[in-house]
């Protein structure tokens, strides 16, 4: 009697809700934090961040015009797939990050209530955030958080889940859709995550995620001429310059990386955020 | 549209009456033959002693020799700003700030009609804009944002916002006194100090202001105002002792300056153009309406990021808005600015002048039907008269590009989402209007605008507490409320 060999798993990108492999037909080599092969996972091209953003840009108007109320069901329906999938993330962190079984279910934790806060906030950064303005006059003159469109994440390269929920939620819970590029040597954690948002009432197009090679993406998202806001967290300070240098094309709203514990988590939700204001007159 | 050409005189007895002038006197704005840059809280001649004049558009006379200001001027200026920041203003309690942006809005309010007269010399606005609008709001954004002084801590950015330091700003020239105020008074409230960049042929009422915060005793250094062309800007910008931009200006420039701080760690906020949208319903209050369309373009000569410069009005109604719309041009004084009863001025300069020629030009050239107003317009200075567009299509240049003048652009819709589709099928997002008396339909259409205002039954109103800025290639970050504060401090 031979031994069972286990069945593996090819990780693809995540676009409109569909698990595409790369157009291109490129893969890479994934290892684990000790050398190991993890996966052969999908190389995103040009194309592909296209096609993610083309996604994102038709989903948006609709998940914005959802009820707040709604898309914090949505955002925390996440946490509860998480929830059940803890071993198999913490496998992953664990293999991604070099992490021991305990540290590594400990991030997962961490990343879950995070996913819970951010639900939260779904229907709380209208009031927050916004709020209504005493003007001379007869008018009732008002301001809302309204999202900035699509939002372009360069997800943190070490911090393979926190960090990844961090970034991606920040600008989901404000109305904005979503192009994230993972983390390049770590990127099996979001995958997985990205999966469990698709079989979480995640609308297509809200969340797409494109794996591949940093440097190769990264201009494209810069000068992509539909994409409103560039959060640049996941590269390192010189070429976050020459990415800013190419969002100024568009005048986009860029997120700079930021030293570790810098800024408050609200900078996070208002760095793709506009105020939008409304004056309304007053009369019989 | 049979009726572009019905000028609509005959039934209008107005069209005979005349008006005598009533000239505000040119005198009281006691103007200096020449200014310095103010550095230091004092004038001082520029490295390179170098002036060039600030000429009355009206009438192309030099009204003053102003400071062609140098980088390393610029520098001086910058230093200034620093060692008053070191020194005195960031470790003023707010208390104390906060008093003395009041004693500054005080005496704005003081000497209002000489900042008034000077504002109307120096960019030929009409004196009854300058005198209601510029003014009284310059003088309310410095007392709101004195106000908010010594309550940083309420305003929602967390326990212990800080200041940034030295914020460089760059004004445009269409509300001279004003852009000083929408940026001099926030910085200075969260505890900044300033380097202001007035624009090249508007310098004169910061010049003023500059004696205001002389006689209110500010501590030198903490407000620099440096004179000059492009170059003083890009000086400032480029400067590394400068923590934070904030610019209002063309899209095209507001991109370079994005540009050249990217790599650094100033903080930016930019204030760029539009390509406003008025939209007109078959239910709105025509009287009013009509009105807030000539108001919505023709306020300030059309000089305004934020004017309504596309009209989409609803099928329906399109003869008769267009009809009555020409007729109220037809009606419009334009001519001397300082005349209280003008209200169209005159083009700020010869450059913007040959801009809006350009542009208005491809419009007749591009198959849009062309009225314009046939009023007399003086022999010298610079003049534009009120133009209205018909038959407008959205790939013409006169629907896609800022003209920023006194033309008005006209195009038609059948239904609420084709309206909201063509309001925002432009690459700038600041400013729209909405004119319906439901008010649902107004909100419904407000939601799904993507602009930074929404007028609803009104238009190019402006308040100190009322956040004002773009979405998308209009720009980002608010001036005006608590949230213009952000801008200003490290959040």
């Given at each position: 009697m031979s031994e069972r060999q286990d069945v593996r798993k090819t990780y693809k990108l995540l676009i409109n809700g569909a698990f595409p492999r790369s157009e291109s037909g490129r893969s890479y080599e994934v290892l684990t934090s000790g050398g190991d092969f993890l996966a052969n996972v999908a190389q995103g091209s040009r194309k592909d961040v296209r096609d993610a953003v083309s996604a994102a840009r038709a989903a948006q108007p609709a998940w914005w015009a959802a009820s707040a109320y709604n898309r914090g069901q949505v955002v925390y329906r996440l946490a509860e797939m998480a929830e059940s999938r803890r071993a198999e993330l913490a496998e992953h962190v664990a293999l991604a990050e070099g992490l021991k079984e305990r540290s590594a279910a400990a991030q997962v934790s961490l990343a879950i209530d995070r996913i819970v806060w951010y639900a939260g906030w779904c229907d709380k950064v209208t009031q927050v955030l916004g709020g209504a303005n005493p003007v001379a006059g007869p008018f009732f003159n008002f301001s809302l958080p309204t999202p900035s469109g699509v939002v372009a994440v360069i997800a943190p390269q070490d911090s393979s889940l926190v960090g990844f929920v961090d970034t991606v939620l920040a600008p989901i819970v404000v109305g904005n859709t979503v192009v994230a590029l993972a983390s390049e040597r770590r990127p099996t954690p979001a995958v997985l995550l990205g999966e469990m948002s698709v079989t979480s009432d995640f609308p297509a197009g809200l969340l797409n995620i494109v794996t591949g090679i940093t440097a190769e993406l990264a201009p494209t998202v810069a000068t992509h001429e539909d994409i409103d806001g560039l959060d640049l967290e996941g590269v390192d300070h010189d070429v976050a310059n020459d990415l800013a240098a190419l969002g100024a094309e568009s005048i986009k709203r860029v997120l700079r990386p930021r030293a570790k514990g810098e800024g408050s988590p609200l900078a996070r939700l208002r760095a793709f955020v506009e105020t939008s204001t409304v004056w309304h007159t007053i009369g019989q | 549209m049979t009726d572009v050409d019905d000028r609509g005189l005959s039934n209008s007895s107005l069209g005979s009456l005349g008006y005598d002038a009533a000239p505000e006197s040119a005198s009281i704005a006691r103007l200096r033959e020449s200014y310095g840059l103010f550095i230091d809280g004092r004038f001082s001649d520029p490295t390179s002693q170098e002036q060039f004049a600030s000429l009355n558009p009206a009438t192309e006379e030099t009204l003053a020799m102003v400071s062609q200001a140098s980088s390393a001027d610029v520098d001086r200026a910058v230093g200034a700003a620093r060692r008053a920041y070191d020194s005195t203003w960031s470790t003023m309690s707010g208390a104390e700030r906060s008093k003395y942006l009041f004693r500054i809005a005080r005496l704005i309010q003081e000497r209002a009609r000489e900042l008034a007269v000077v504002e109307t010399l120096d960019n030929g606005k009409p004196i009854r804009e300058s005198r209601d609008i510029d003014i009284p709001l310059a003088a309310a954004h410095f007392f709101y944002y004195a106000g908010w002084a010594d309550k940083l801590e309420y305003a929602g950015f967390g326990e212990r916002p800080a200041s940034l330091g030295v914020a460089g700003q760059i004004i445009p020239w269409n509300f001279p006194l004003l852009m000083a105020a929408w940026k001099l008074a926030p910085a200075l409230a969260a505890g900044n100090t300033c380097v202001l960049k007035p624009a090249e042929t508007t310098p004169l009422s910061a010049l003023v202001l500059a004696e205001i915060l002389q006689q209110a005793e500010l501590p030198e250094g903490v407000v620099n105002i440096v004179t000059g062309d492009g170059s003083v800007g890009a000086a400032l910008v480029e400067h590394p002792g400068v923590n934070k931009i904030a610019f209002t200006g063309s899209t095209e420039v507001g991109r370079i300056i994005q540009r050249a701080t990217a790599s650094s760690e100033k903080k930016l906020t930019l204030e760029l153009g539009g390509k406003g949208a008025n939209i007109v319903f078959e239910d709105a209050p025509i009287d009013e309406m009509i009105e807030g369309i000539i108001d919505g373009i023709f306020f300030n000569q059309g000089h305004v990021c934020c004017a309504g410069s596309r009209l989409l009005v609803q099928e329906s109604i399109a003869d008769e808005v267009l009809r009555r719309l020409i007729r109220r041009v037809e009606q419009l004084r334009v001519g001397d600015?300082?005349?209280?009863?003008?209200d169209v001025g005159a083009i700020n300069s010869a450059a913007q002048l040959a801009r809006i020629e350009e542009l208005t030009a491809y419009g007749a050239l591009e198959g849009a039907t062309r009225y314009t107003s046939s009023c007399t317009l003086p022999e010298r200075g610079y003049w534009f008269a009120p133009t209205v567009f018909a038959d407008v299509s959205q790939s013409h240049r006169i629907a896609r590009e800022e003209i920023f003048g006194p033309v008005l652009s006209v195009l038609t819709f059948r239904t609420p989402e084709e309206a909201v589709a063509k309001a925002n099928n432009t690459n700038y997002g600041l400013a729209c209007g909405v004119w319906s008396e439901k008010g649902s339909r107004s909100l419904w259409v407000a939601q799904r605008l993507r602009a930074g205002v929404v007028w609803a039954n009104t238009y190019n109103r402006f308040d100190p507490s009322s956040p004002f800025g773009g979405m998308r290639e209009s720009g980002f970050g608010r001036e005006g409320g608590r949230h213009g504060l952000e801008a200003y401090l490290n959040v």
């Open positions: - | 600015p300082m005349d209280k009863n003008t």
